[in-house]
Structure formats: C-alpha cells, structure tokens
DNA sequence: ATTGATCCATGACGTTGGTCAAGTGCGCAC
DNA sequence: GTGCGCACTTGACCAACGTCATGGATCAAT
C-alpha cells in the first residue's frame, strides 16, 4: 500500500521524472509496492531480472561474489534511484546480487509492463535510455577514481559528494556503515578508519555517523592534487 | 566508401545483428564511414554527442583525463564494438574522450537518424538497450577485478580473455602495445612487464606481442585462487 | 553492574605496486 | 654498417594498503 510520499517520490526518481502523466499513473497502478527490513536480499545475480526496481526510502547495495568469495561492492542506491532497466528489459540475468542495507521501502514495476509501454511510446524507451546512461556514468566515474586516485582522495570525495556545497563548511551524515563505505570505496575498513584520521589535517572532523568538513574547497584541493 | 566486408561487420555488430533488414540497410546508407589514422581524436569528453559509433577495424579506446592530469582508460573496442549510444541519443556530452590506439575504420550513425527511426520502431529500442546493457555488464566486470583481485590476477585474466578456449593450451596476440594493456588493467607499464615474468611459473611465455599459455586451467586456477 | 555483541580505532608488520633510473633489444634513417 | 629513437625490461627503493591482533566504546539483554 503506498502512501501519498513514497508516490511522490516515485514520480520524481530518474526514471519516471521525463514521463507524460497518464504514463506515470499506469505504471505506479501496475507496480508492486514492498518493505524490506536490514540485510533482505532482492536478488541474487544469475537470477532471471523479472521486474525494474526504484528505491524510495532506504538503502540498497548491488554487489559481486568473486570466485574466491569474497565481496565487491559496485552501487549503492538510495531514494529517487532506480536500478536493472537494462536487464529486465531483455529478460537476462542479473550481473550483480542487491541487497538492503537499511530498512527499505522499495517500487518493482513488472518489466513486461514497461515493454508493453515502450511499443506504445517509443518515448519511454529513451527515458530508460537516459536512465541506463546514469548507470554508466556513474560506473565510468568509479573506474576512474580507483584507477587514478589514491585511497585517501576517493574517501575525501566521497564525503564531498554527500555534501552537495563547492565551498564554506558543511556537516554531512554518513549514510551507511563503515565496512560498506569502504567497500564502495575498495578499501578495507582499517584503512577508510586510517584514511578518517589523515583527513583530520585537511579540516575533516568524524563523529560517529557524521561528518564536519571545516573547509570545503581545501578538502576539494586534496582531492585534485597532482600526484 | 564502405567496402562489402565493413558492411557485413557493421550488420553483425553489437548493435544491428537484432534488427529487421531493412532497417540496418537504411542506417548504413545513412552513416558516415571514416578512416583514422593511430592516435586520431574521436571526440574529447564534454563534447556534445551526434552520433553513435560502431568499429569495423582496428582498436579504440576510451579514457577519462583526470583533475591532475593523468589518464584513465575505462574501455577499449573492436571489430564490431559500438559505443556512445546512451550518450548520443539524449544529447548528452561524452563523459570520456575515445582516441584510435591504431589505423581504424568506423562507422558513425548521426544520432537524429537513429532517433527517429526508435520512435517508428520501438523494438530499435530495446536493441540498444541490450548494447547498452553489454557495456554496463563489461563495466561492472572491471569494478570488480579491480577491487578483488590483484595486477597479476587481472593480467592473467585478461590473456584468458583474448583467448577463448577454456582447456588445453593456445597463443594469443596482444592487440595494442603495453602501455595501453597496462592502462586498461590499471597498472604502470613496468608492472605489467614483471606481472608477465611471474606468469612464467604458470606456463605463460610472452614473446614480442604474443603470449603463449601452455596450460589454460593452470592459469585460471591462478586468477581464481583464494587470497 | 555484568555479559556479550557489534562496530570502530590503532599498532606492528608484510606485501603489492609505484617511482626513478639504468639498461637492453630492435627497427629505421642515413 | 653507425647512430638514434622507441618500446620494453630490470633493479633498487619506498609509500600505500592489506593483514592480523588488540583494545576501546556503545548498546541491549539479563
């Protein structure tokens, strides 16, 4: 049952915000509406994609288990997000598990549903598009940051992407657990600990779930600092 | 002048071999076939996308220039790779630049082209979605080599690649020069010279730009060996 | 208050990969 | 041939990060 907030924010997520209203309205009719508590698992990879998913309150991580068997964090979702267009849209298989990491509330619209709305409007199909090209983006961005900055530069801009300011100072919620950050970030959760610590001389002050960034364009400095 | 041997590349790539005949002889009388030369320009990131762009020959590669000025390679495509569809079909600016890292033909469809055409046929739609999607999955494929394995893992990993067969042994060719192999696998030149030389104990000889593995599940073994 | 669980910080130490510098092998122009 | 340039290799050294072990802080249950 959604309420009135969740199908507001619905509306306004990245895939549903460039839609003409009727569209809007049928598609939020079709879709299933469901609560996850901490830690539920929405799929595993290898399973077939059934259905496209938006996050409306909450977080959700999409991961890889290695051959080895251990963990790679590759998204984390959050309102507003949406997440497996391309996937259901073909009927494949997931290339990533997602799992909650907080309490969720989560959208599934069923992807024959949305194939049914793109043969009709071929203007969906580019709103998905433009959906899709977030994703790679975003991934594109992750690559660069692992291959070209150190440890240290990907934890300050992390912080700096929470806080959505370029100057002044600003105190940001950490949205999640350390170990997880970390993750996302590719580093161990020692080393996000030691990285927090480094960061106390640029003006970056940790207090449990929070943090204070004294000087938002030193910060910013770090991060792009030759070598 | 596309000769008939580009034709039949551009009709079997990624992003044509799902759609109805007459529908990829229209797009290849509409695209623009163009030689470069090695390290020609495609386009620079920022610049507004007009066209998509499908490899018929030789290798290009995608990269980002970061705030300190190095390079990071995110992709590298061949013979019937195609790439910038997400982008140019909303009239976004690129996110990366693409460069020729040796002489090669492509063929560029104008976006508009391909537009109209998504709007006429919706299932032109979903067929790149599912390139998109590719693109997405090779993405996420790098995030995690990069964050759970190591150099010589992803070195590794990366010969069985260029060579499919999963048993027995095979020789395989280095598609472009050192450097870029590093780049793309995230490394410095000289560590991938000495990640090769520790490949030797796993059956591996590098020679000029061919590597012979004599013993492919030797190999995999090593790049999926726990921690 | 005590226990246990969870999450996080810190220290000691090992390994990986980057940096810098020198050297090798090869192709090419003359 | 000789000389030069380029791509690659090798070695010595160092910084960054991972690993392992320990200990503190917080919270809930008893």
């Known amino acids: 049952m959604p309420n009135e907030l969740q ?17 809007v309205e049928m598609l939020l009719s079709k879709a299933i509406w469901r609560h996850y508590d901490r830690d539920e698992t929405l799929f595993l990879q290898g399973e077939e994609a059934t259905a496209i998913h938006i996050v409306l309150d909450g977080w959700i991580k999409l991961y890889r288990v ?3 068997g251990s963990e790679a964090v590759v998204s984390v979702f959050t ?7 391309a996937v259901a849209l073909r009927n494949l298989t997931y290339p990533v598990s997602a ?25 969906v199909g580019l709103s998905i598009l433009a959906s899709t090209f977030n994703h790679l983006h975003s991934l594109v961005a992750q690559l660069e940051q692992l291959k070209a900055q150190t440890a240290g530069q ?21 949205p999640y657990d350390k170990v997880l950050i970390a993750g996302r970030l590719g ?3 020692e080393s996000l600990s030691r990285a927090f610590s480094r960061l106390k001389a640029f003006g970056v ?3 449990k779930n929070h943090a204070n960034i004294h000087n938002v364009k030193l910060l910013r400095n770090f991060v792009d600092a030759e070598k």
């Open 99 to 123: 799992q909650s990491v907080t309490a969720s509330e989560v959208m599934h619209i069923p992807a024959n549903v949305l194939v049914g709305l793109i043969l009709r409007d071929a203007q």
């Open 7 to 23: 199908k507001e924010i619905a509306r306004t997520s990245t895939l549903m915000r460039l839609l003409p209203e009727q569209h």
């Open 154 to 174: 990907r934890v300050a801009e992390f912080l700096l992407n929470l806080g959505n300011s370029d100057s002044g100072s600003c105190r940001v919620t950490l």
């Open 187 to 189: 580093i161990k959760p």
């Open 66 to 68: 290695t051959a080895n």
């Open 79 to 85: 309102r507003g997000d949406s997440f497996g267009e």
């Open 205 to 207: 002050e940790i207090d």
